[in-house]
């Protein structure tokens, strides 16, 4: 069966470093998203990305955060300058945009910022 | 902001028993549902979805349930299994056919014990 697949696993940066974190949506979606889950907390969202554009983000994505789809395959997150508060599981997700279909979800990059 | 609401963080059921995880929302746009199974080290799993132009889906041993106007859901396990432990999310999603955004609740943890 088809699957998301994230890239690093575990990424420890030092604050205010910038960090990229990589994801492979599954082939035939349209739709791209990066969530994250602070320890402890739920899963919010993040940014939804279709047709090479951004389509909503949460006030959590501010102008530190950047999406991008470098070529056919890969979907990126790019933290500029990361902050202590940045730390969580980033969790990418894709799906084909039709109605009442689910978004699918990698297994998730922790991001540890020391 | 708690649109999505789980208020049972843990639930202990004895295996071959009937699981009942609940689900309450605030948000009156939301029309489509999803329950997603969530493993130690690994991103949610899409389990059952609803929309909100119907009150019951069944796939196999899972069935949700919707009550509109009680603005309440359910995810039925039956017969649960210990290989079913695992957090539960509630999430949901206004808008159909677009790059919508999912709503996550804080999760419920199911033990199914032996």
């Known amino acids: 069966e088809p699957e998301v697949t994230q890239t690093p696993s575990h990424q420890v940066t030092q604050m205010g470093q910038e960090v990229i974190l990589r994801c492979v949506p599954i082939?035939?979606?349209?739709?791209f998203y990066w969530y994250r889950q602070i320890l402890g907390q739920k899963v919010e969202f993040l940014v939804s990305f279709y047709n090479n554009e951004i389509s909503e983000k949460s006030e959590i994505f501010d102008d530190q955060f950047s999406v991008e789809r470098p070529d056919g395959s890969n979907f990126t997150l790019k933290i500029r300058s990361t902050k202590l508060e940045d730390s969580a599981m980033y969790f990418c997700?894709?799906?084909?945009?039709?109605?009442?279909?689910?978004?699918?979800f990698g297994d998730g990059t922790r991001l540890s910022i020391l | 902001d708690q649109q999505v609401k789980q208020n049972s963080p843990s639930l202990s059921v004895q295996e071959g028993r009937i699981s009942i995880l609940n689900c309450d929302y605030t948000n009156s746009m939301f029309d489509y549902f999803l329950w997603y199974k969530k493993y130690p080290a690994e991103g949610p799993t899409f389990l059952i979805s609803i929309s909100s132009i119907k009150d019951k889906n069944e796939d196999g041993r899972f069935t949700v349930f919707l009550n509109k106007s009680a603005k309440h859901l359910s995810l039925h396990i039956v017969p649960s299994q210990p290989g079913d432990s695992a957090v539960y999310f509630c999430?949901?999603?206004?808008?159909?056919?677009?790059?919508?955004?999912?709503?996550f609740g804080t999760g419920t943890r199911l033990q199914v014990t032996l």
């Open positions: 082939s035939n979606h349209l739709y």
């Open positions: 999430a949901a999603k206004a808008g159909t056919g677009t790059a919508s955004k999912l709503t």
């Open positions: 997700a894709s799906s084909t945009g039709v109605s009442y279909q689910p978004q699918h």
